[in-house]
């Protein structure tokens, strides 16, 4: 079946850091790739998505971009600030079959400290 | 923007009682609804999928005798986890969907916590 492998299960950095949390994926089709963020007593809130080879998902200073050669999603950002702890789990999902669910990783937990 | 709401945040249920929970989608029409039960031992557990005017596809290992699941419009599902044990602790989520614009995004509630003493 399908999976999502994140390699970092958790990452510590200082703020202004640079953050990459890798993600690879297998399926079977051509799948459309997302990223989204846990905070502490919070539902997971979407982040961004890509759906074809090349293309860049980007929001709130975090881009990935889908590379089909290499089957992966990887999360970057910048300059990470305090606010960014939390805990990003990288999914994918069959395009257009709205009859199926997501398939997580087991998510990457980031602490930002000041 | 695409809004969920799931409510009760979290419940405290006796050891072979039942818990229902209920999901709202706001701003959006939810064509599809996915349950799914996070523990720290599995991550994101899909229990089952819900689309309105078709059947409910439940995931292995779950079943609808168990995870009754209602989706009566595009706007509200709700979910009863019957005689409920230790093992289905964890925090239940309503990821929706409204398939069209945002292809196959689901936006998830705040979630529904279960704890059983």
């Known amino acids: 079946g399908d999976s999502v492998t994140q390699t970092e299960g958790q990452v510590a950095l200082s703020e202004e850091d640079f953050l990459t949390i890798h993600c690879n994926y297998s399926?079977?089709?051509?799948?459309?790739l997302f990223w989204y963020v846990q905070y502490p007593g919070e539902g997971p809130q979407f982040l961004f998505r890509?759906?074809?080879?090349?293309e860049k998902g980007s929001s709130r200073g975090f881009e990935a971009t889908y590379d089909k050669g290499t089957t992966s999603f990887h999360l970057r950002k910048a300059s990470v600030q305090e606010s960014d702890s939390a805990v990003y789990y990288c999914?994918?999902?069959?395009?257009?079959?709205?009859?199926?669910?997501?398939?997580f990783g087991l998510g990457t937990r980031v602490s930002v400290f000041p | 923007g695409a809004l969920v709401y799931q409510y009760p945040r979290r419940t405290i249920c006796k050891s072979g009682t039942s818990m229902r929970m209920e999901c709202q989608a706001v701003?959006?029409?939810?064509?599809?609804v996915a349950w799914y039960r996070q523990s720290p031992q599995k991550t994101f557990e899909l229990i089952a999928l819900?689309?309105?005017?078709?059947?409910?596809?439940?995931e292995q290992n779950f079943t609808q005798e168990k995870f009754p699941i209602s989706h009566p419009n595009l706007s509200f599902s709700s979910m009863t986890v019957l005689n409920a044990y230790l093992e289905d602790r964890g925090l239940y989520l309503c990821?929706?969907?409204?398939?069209?614009?945002?292809?196959?995004?689901?936006?998830f509630g705040e979630g529904s916590r279960l704890i059983v003493v």
């Open positions: 999914a994918l999902g069959d395009h257009g079959n709205y009859a199926q669910g997501l398939t």
């Open positions: 990821g929706a969907r409204e398939g069209t614009v945002s292809g196959n995004t689901l936006y």
């Open positions: 399926a079977s089709g051509y799948p459309a």
């Open positions: 701003g959006f029409q939810a064509t599809s």
């Open positions: 819900s689309t309105v005017n078709s059947a409910i596809k439940y």
């Open positions: 890509a759906s074809r080879d090349k």
